[in-house]
């Protein structure tokens, strides 16, 4: 509603009032941003409540799922459904469906498994032609496999040593067959028990109650969690060796991936809750993983282990790696940690052209990476072809990053978005240099689920100090990992000799020598 005045106002009252209807409007701007952000972190936690299909909710079907009490997964897709302009949209958008591929036929049992013949005969009937009454005569056999398996047997291995002495001699001298290496010396349990309960724990993350309780339901065995730990934790002792054998590999090299992950530690004098300590990871791409345990997330955990490492080190934006390494190391950045935050902004608006746009952009960076590896491509011939089409992509991403963020609030997902990829920008676009460096730290990444989902189910670390032989662990199983190495023929072979092994000629027990000799034959 306009006011109109019967007579002008004097100066001297005109200016207050415009002054202060400027700083209402102001206020008003600020309050509208503050309220677009607030309903910006709602739907990104509704979206988080009602999973991935809720994205294509809009705000107002969003808010009436929070009325009701309990909301399936089927009737969120269901309501994904609803929006007609949305399903036109998708079916415009639809490439037409590939064509149905031929079955391929069921996959041959590998070769390499033993056959155990099953003969099944005919009936009694079947024995006697049904025309005459004679009985009939084998002509031959319908052949089929199928993959069969025994349960996990256990068994108590009896060991005879045998003892010799001369006969002839009063004062001879005993002697008695030696003993093969142990894990565990003078324990119960051979070996492949000691591996089994490494293997299960850590590479298939079944906590050692779990396994306790097997034991004792399908074996009849009764043993203590503090036994099995303590076969685990033996084992975990003797190869911080190769873990550090295989962190003096990855120094020696000139590029190291590095990310972290929180883990609860039980420790003294602290009840109610466990310390948060951290297991850091430093691998290279089809080279060695190395776990480092730390009671903190500082800097100093990092100057412990890299210490001069003067080469490549890529890693996300936490601000512990900066100011660490030799002089000359180069930090580089992840685009797929850069790219997340505008997926994270298309979640909170669907739709937003900028963002869209970003996002596209960097999928053409992608897609020079998969051209790089379907060719085949070695170091140099990759920064090439990134010097090529990837340096230009970059240009116009990082130009359409400042033009979106002139434009949008601060405090917005996609100004955060925009905020964040300018400040690692540097580092993010530094692969383009260097053709070993890979464009994200997935790699790292991936080597590190498996102990979050380890994580998940033994819930913490005992104490500190088994936080190294811990780490010591998870290093050569993701090693073993990464290298399709199996981990319990690894562990089978090297763990045991490890006690006797001269300690200079260590690098001979890592995953990677023992690939490398398995491969010479």
């Given at each position: 509603m306009k006011i109109e005045l019967l007579q002008p106002l004097a100066p001297e009252l005109r200016a207050p009032i415009e002054e202060e209807w400027k700083r209402l409007a102001q206020e008003q701007q600020r309050l509208a941003g503050e309220n677009k952000l607030l309903q910006d972190l709602i739907r990104l936690m509704r979206i988080e409540k009602y999973g991935a299909k809720s994205e294509q909710l809009s705000d107002g079907q969003l808010a009436l799922l929070e009325l009701e009490p309990g909301v399936a997964a089927e009737e969120v897709a269901t309501e994904a459904q609803r929006s007609e302009e949305e399903k036109q949209k998708l079916e415009a958008e639809a490439a037409p469906a590939p064509p149905k591929r031929s079955h391929p036929g069921r996959r041959e049992l590998p070769a390499h498994l033993p056959r155990v013949e099953e003969m099944l005969a005919c009936t009694a009937q079947q024995c006697r032609c049904g025309t005459c009454g004679a009985e009939t005569k084998?002509?031959?056999?319908?052949?089929?496999?199928?993959?069969?398996?025994?349960?996990?047997?256990?068994?108590?291995?009896?060991?005879?040593?045998?003892?010799?002495?001369?006969?002839?001699?009063?004062?001879?001298?005993?002697?008695?067959?030696?003993?093969?290496?142990?894990?565990?010396?003078?324990?119960?349990?051979s070996n492949a028990v000691v591996v089994d309960v490494i293997i299960k724990k850590y590479a298939e993350h079944q906590p050692l109650y779990r396994q306790?309780?097997?034991?004792?339901?399908?074996?009849?065995?009764?043993?203590?969690r503090m036994t099995l730990c303590g076969w685990a934790l033996t084992g975990g002792s003797w190869l911080q060796a190769i873990r550090e054998a295989m962190r003096v590999d990855l120094l020696a090299g000139s590029y190291i991936q590095a990310d972290e992950t929180p883990v609860g530690v039980q420790t003294e004098g602290q009840t109610g809750s466990n310390h948060t300590a951290y297991l850091w990871q430093y691998s290279r791409p089809g080279g060695p993983v190395v776990f480092d345990f730390q009671m903190g997330r500082g800097r100093e955990g990092l100057r412990q282990f890299l210490g001069s490492y003067a080469g490549r080190l890529q890693s996300d934006g936490y601000g512990a790696y900066d100011q660490i390494g030799g002089k000359g190391i180069v930090h580089?950045?992840?685009?797929?940690?850069?790219?997340?935050?505008?997926?994270?902004?298309?979640?909170?608006?669907?739709?937003?052209?900028a963002a869209e746009e970003i996002v596209r952009l960097i999928a053409q960076l992608y897609a020079v990476e998969k051209q790089a590896r379907e060719n085949g491509l070695n170091h140099a011939q990759r920064r090439s072809l990134r010097q090529t089409a990837s340096v230009p992509s970059l240009t116009e991403l990082k130009a359409k990053i400042i033009a979106t963020r002139q434009s949008v609030l601060p405090k917005s997902?996609?100004?955060e978005a925009c905020d964040y990829a300018l400040r690692q920008w540097d580092r993010v676009s530094a692969y383009a240099e260097y053709g070993e460096v890979e464009i994200d730290n997935n790699w790292c990444e991936n080597a590190m689920r498996p102990t979050v989902l380890g994580r998940k189910n033994w819930l913490h670390i005992g104490s500190e100090d088994a936080g190294p032989k811990i780490a010591a662990i998870t290093s050569v199983i993701e090693t073993c990992r990464r290298l399709t190495v199996n981990p319990r023929e690894y562990l089978l072979e090297v763990l045991p000799q490890i006690p006797d092994w001269p300690a200079k000629r260590i690098a001979e027990l890592t995953p990677m020598a023992w690939r490398a000799r398995r491969a010479a034959g």
């Open positions: 084998i002509i031959g056999y319908d052949t089929s496999e199928e993959l069969d398996m025994k349960p996990a047997e256990y068994f108590v291995r009896v060991i005879k040593r045998e003892k010799r002495a001369c006969t002839q001699c009063e004062q001879s001298t005993v002697h008695a067959a030696p003993l093969p290496p142990k894990i565990v010396e003078r324990g119960k349990a306790q309780v097997n034991l004792q339901r399908d074996a009849g065995v009764d043993l203590s580089c950045g992840c685009m797929a940690h850069l790219r997340r935050g505008f997926i994270k902004a298309l979640k909170v608006a669907p739709g937003q052209p997902a996609l100004g």
